[in-house]
Protein backbone atom coordinates (compact mmCIF):
# COMPACT_ATOMS: atom_id res chain seq x y z
CA UNK A 1 0.00 0.00 0.00
CA UNK A 2 1.41 3.29 -0.59
CA UNK A 3 -0.06 5.24 1.75
CA UNK A 4 -0.96 8.83 1.39
CA UNK A 5 0.49 11.04 -1.28
CA UNK A 6 0.62 14.41 -1.64
CA UNK A 7 2.38 16.51 -3.94
CA UNK A 8 4.48 18.53 -4.29
CA UNK A 9 6.67 18.05 -1.34
CA UNK A 10 7.59 21.49 -1.38
CA UNK A 11 6.34 24.55 -2.90
CA UNK A 12 8.22 28.02 -2.54
CA UNK A 13 6.12 30.66 -4.43
CA UNK A 14 5.73 34.29 -4.17
CA UNK A 15 3.06 36.44 -2.30
CA UNK A 16 -0.01 37.03 -4.45
CA UNK A 17 0.43 33.91 -6.55
CA UNK A 18 -2.05 30.66 -6.82
CA UNK A 19 -1.15 27.46 -4.95
CA UNK A 20 -2.37 23.98 -5.75
CA UNK A 21 -1.71 21.03 -3.08
CA UNK A 22 -3.17 17.58 -4.31
CA UNK A 23 -3.67 14.45 -2.14
CA UNK A 24 -4.63 10.94 -3.24
CA UNK A 25 -5.87 9.01 -0.25
CA UNK A 26 -5.78 5.02 0.78
CA UNK A 27 -7.77 3.46 -1.05
CA UNK A 28 -11.09 2.35 0.00
CA UNK A 29 -10.55 5.07 2.63
CA UNK A 30 -13.74 7.00 2.41
CA UNK A 31 -12.85 10.36 4.43
CA UNK A 32 -10.47 12.44 3.49
CA UNK A 33 -8.74 15.51 5.83
CA UNK A 34 -6.64 18.81 5.00
CA UNK A 35 -4.45 19.98 7.82
CA UNK A 36 -2.52 22.56 8.53
CA UNK A 37 0.39 23.01 11.18
CA UNK A 38 2.48 25.79 11.80
CA UNK A 39 4.86 26.05 15.58
CA UNK A 40 2.42 28.65 16.77
CA UNK A 41 -1.19 27.29 16.18
CA UNK A 42 -0.36 23.46 16.39
CA UNK A 43 -1.97 20.85 13.38
CA UNK A 44 -5.16 22.74 12.91
CA UNK A 45 -8.18 20.56 11.24
CA UNK A 46 -9.01 23.02 7.93
CA UNK A 47 -11.88 20.87 6.05
CA UNK A 48 -13.04 17.01 5.92
CA UNK A 49 -14.72 15.02 3.33
CA UNK A 50 -16.73 12.54 3.95
CA UNK A 51 -17.79 10.29 0.87
CA UNK A 52 -16.14 13.01 -1.71
CA UNK A 53 -18.92 15.60 -0.08
CA UNK A 54 -17.60 18.24 2.40
CA UNK A 55 -18.90 17.78 6.01
CA UNK A 56 -16.93 20.59 7.61
CA UNK A 57 -14.94 23.25 6.48
CA UNK A 58 -15.07 25.42 9.29
CA UNK A 59 -11.46 25.32 9.67
CA UNK A 60 -10.89 27.15 6.67
CA UNK A 61 -9.57 30.79 7.07
CA UNK A 62 -11.16 32.66 4.30
CA UNK A 63 -12.23 33.09 1.09
CA UNK A 64 -8.99 32.69 -0.16
CA UNK A 65 -9.04 28.96 0.41
CA UNK A 66 -10.99 26.08 -1.38
CA UNK A 67 -11.03 22.49 -1.44
CA UNK A 68 -12.48 19.73 -4.03
CA UNK A 69 -12.93 16.63 -4.06
CA UNK A 70 -13.77 15.37 -7.55
CA UNK A 71 -13.48 12.05 -7.16
CA UNK A 72 -12.51 9.04 -4.21
CA UNK A 73 -9.09 9.02 -5.08
CA UNK A 74 -7.97 12.75 -5.81
CA UNK A 75 -8.57 16.22 -3.80
CA UNK A 76 -6.87 19.24 -3.64
CA UNK A 77 -6.70 21.88 -1.26
CA UNK A 78 -5.88 25.89 -3.47
CA UNK A 79 -4.91 29.18 -1.90
CA UNK A 80 -5.36 32.31 -4.25
CA UNK A 81 -3.93 34.53 -3.82
CA UNK A 82 -1.04 33.47 -1.51
CA UNK A 83 0.14 35.59 1.27
CA UNK A 84 3.52 35.17 3.81
CA UNK A 85 0.89 34.05 6.82
CA UNK A 86 -0.11 30.70 4.50
CA UNK A 87 3.57 29.19 4.85
CA UNK A 88 3.36 26.10 7.01
CA UNK A 89 3.53 22.31 6.81
CA UNK A 90 0.10 21.16 5.09
CA UNK A 91 -0.98 17.72 5.25
CA UNK A 92 -3.62 15.47 3.78
CA UNK A 93 -4.68 12.39 5.92
CA UNK A 94 -7.68 9.35 5.08
CA UNK A 95 -9.66 7.21 6.99
CA UNK A 96 -12.16 4.34 6.58
CA UNK A 97 -15.72 4.12 8.25
CA UNK A 98 -16.91 6.63 11.09
CA UNK A 99 -16.50 5.45 14.21
CA UNK A 100 -14.41 2.74 16.22
CA UNK A 101 -10.33 3.09 16.34
CA UNK A 102 -10.13 3.84 12.29
CA UNK A 103 -7.13 6.46 12.98
CA UNK A 104 -5.80 8.76 10.41
CA UNK A 105 -3.12 8.02 7.98
CA UNK A 106 -1.45 10.98 6.91
CA UNK A 107 0.85 11.58 3.77
CA UNK A 108 4.08 13.12 4.41
CA UNK A 109 2.95 16.85 4.14
CA UNK A 110 3.97 19.47 1.82
CA UNK A 111 5.89 22.45 3.09
CA UNK A 112 5.17 25.78 1.48
CA UNK A 113 6.71 28.90 1.48
CA UNK A 114 4.94 32.02 0.33
CA UNK A 115 7.72 34.84 0.37
CA UNK B 1 -15.26 24.04 23.61
CA UNK B 2 -12.60 21.89 22.66
CA UNK B 3 -9.33 22.98 24.76
CA UNK B 4 -6.57 20.27 24.38
CA UNK B 5 -3.80 20.78 26.61
CA UNK B 6 -0.58 19.52 26.77
CA UNK B 7 2.71 20.54 28.25
CA UNK B 8 5.68 21.51 26.07
CA UNK B 9 8.47 19.60 26.61
CA UNK B 10 10.37 17.02 28.70
CA UNK B 11 14.15 15.66 28.49
CA UNK B 12 14.21 12.26 29.78
CA UNK B 13 17.07 9.23 29.76
CA UNK B 14 17.60 6.43 27.61
CA UNK B 15 15.57 3.94 29.37
CA UNK B 16 13.73 5.80 31.45
CA UNK B 17 9.84 5.72 31.73
CA UNK B 18 7.95 9.29 30.66
CA UNK B 19 4.31 10.10 30.76
CA UNK B 20 2.65 12.35 28.65
CA UNK B 21 -0.25 13.95 30.12
CA UNK B 22 -3.30 15.45 27.80
CA UNK B 23 -6.36 17.14 29.54
CA UNK B 24 -9.45 18.34 27.24
CA UNK B 25 -12.25 20.15 27.51
CA UNK B 26 -15.12 19.29 25.32
CA UNK B 27 -18.69 18.10 24.48
CA UNK B 28 -19.44 15.17 22.11
CA UNK B 29 -16.13 13.45 23.19
CA UNK B 30 -16.11 10.02 21.28
CA UNK B 31 -12.53 8.94 21.37
CA UNK B 32 -8.80 10.25 22.16
CA UNK B 33 -5.82 9.27 20.04
CA UNK B 34 -2.28 9.74 20.46
CA UNK B 35 0.35 10.15 17.53
CA UNK B 36 3.96 10.16 17.26
CA UNK B 37 5.46 13.24 15.10
CA UNK B 38 9.49 13.04 14.54
CA UNK B 39 10.72 16.08 12.99
CA UNK B 40 10.04 16.73 9.84
CA UNK B 41 7.90 14.04 8.89
CA UNK B 42 3.91 13.04 9.00
CA UNK B 43 2.09 12.08 12.65
CA UNK B 44 1.91 7.98 13.25
CA UNK B 45 -0.84 7.00 14.74
CA UNK B 46 0.30 4.91 18.32
CA UNK B 47 -2.98 4.32 20.21
CA UNK B 48 -6.15 4.79 20.61
CA UNK B 49 -8.71 5.07 24.18
CA UNK B 50 -12.83 5.48 23.98
CA UNK B 51 -13.20 3.69 27.46
CA UNK B 52 -11.90 4.44 30.67
CA UNK B 53 -8.83 2.38 31.61
CA UNK B 54 -5.31 1.95 30.04
CA UNK B 55 -4.82 0.18 26.92
CA UNK B 56 -1.25 -1.46 26.40
CA UNK B 57 0.71 -1.75 23.08
CA UNK B 58 4.19 -3.06 23.73
CA UNK B 59 6.20 -0.09 25.50
CA UNK B 60 3.59 2.41 25.43
CA UNK B 61 0.79 2.79 27.26
CA UNK B 62 -2.45 5.15 27.22
CA UNK B 63 -4.68 5.86 29.80
CA UNK B 64 -7.93 7.48 29.81
CA UNK B 65 -10.40 9.31 32.51
CA UNK B 66 -13.35 10.54 30.80
CA UNK B 67 -14.88 11.94 33.90
CA UNK B 68 -11.54 14.19 34.48
CA UNK B 69 -11.58 14.28 30.75
CA UNK B 70 -7.71 13.63 31.08
CA UNK B 71 -5.06 10.90 29.37
CA UNK B 72 -1.53 10.50 29.61
CA UNK B 73 0.43 8.24 27.17
CA UNK B 74 3.25 6.42 29.21
CA UNK B 75 6.17 5.24 27.24
CA UNK B 76 8.64 2.76 28.84
CA UNK B 77 12.44 1.58 28.10
CA UNK B 78 12.97 4.50 26.72
CA UNK B 79 15.18 4.29 23.19
CA UNK B 80 16.94 7.58 21.41
CA UNK B 81 14.20 6.67 18.37
CA UNK B 82 11.22 8.16 20.85
CA UNK B 83 12.58 11.54 20.49
CA UNK B 84 9.94 13.21 19.10
CA UNK B 85 6.55 15.15 19.46
CA UNK B 86 3.26 13.62 20.72
CA UNK B 87 0.45 14.42 20.06
CA UNK B 88 -2.98 14.21 21.71
CA UNK B 89 -5.86 14.37 19.63
CA UNK B 90 -10.14 14.53 20.34
CA UNK B 91 -12.54 12.84 18.57
CA UNK B 92 -16.07 14.03 18.01
CA UNK B 93 -19.01 11.97 18.38
CA UNK B 94 -21.15 11.87 15.40
CA UNK B 95 -18.28 12.49 12.58
CA UNK B 96 -14.53 11.48 12.36
CA UNK B 97 -13.05 15.13 13.02
CA UNK B 98 -10.05 15.60 15.04
CA UNK B 99 -8.88 18.09 17.01
CA UNK B 100 -5.23 18.05 18.39
CA UNK B 101 -3.23 19.43 20.88
CA UNK B 102 -0.14 21.44 20.35
CA UNK B 103 2.15 18.05 21.09
CA UNK B 104 4.98 17.36 23.82
CA UNK B 105 8.27 17.28 22.62
CA UNK B 106 10.06 15.08 24.89
CA UNK B 107 13.86 14.45 23.68
CA UNK B 108 15.81 11.31 24.77
CA UNK B 109 19.83 11.54 26.02
CA UNK B 110 22.23 8.77 26.38
Known amino acids: DAGVIQSPRHEVTEMGQEVTLRCKPI?????LFWYRQTMMRGLELLIYFNNNVPIDDSGMPEDRFSAKMPNASFSTLKIQPSEPRDSAVYFC?????????????FGPGTRLTVL | GQNIDQPTEMTATEGAIVQINCTYQ??????LFWYQQHAGEAPTFLSY????GLEEKGRFSSFLSRSKGYSYLLLKELQMKDSASYLC???????????FGKGNQVVVIP
Open chain 1, 27 to 31: SGHNS
Open chain 2, 89 to 99: AVRFYGNNRLA
Open chain 1, 93 to 105: ASSGASGGNNEQF
Open chain 2, 49 to 52: NVLD
Open chain 2, 26 to 31: TSGFNG
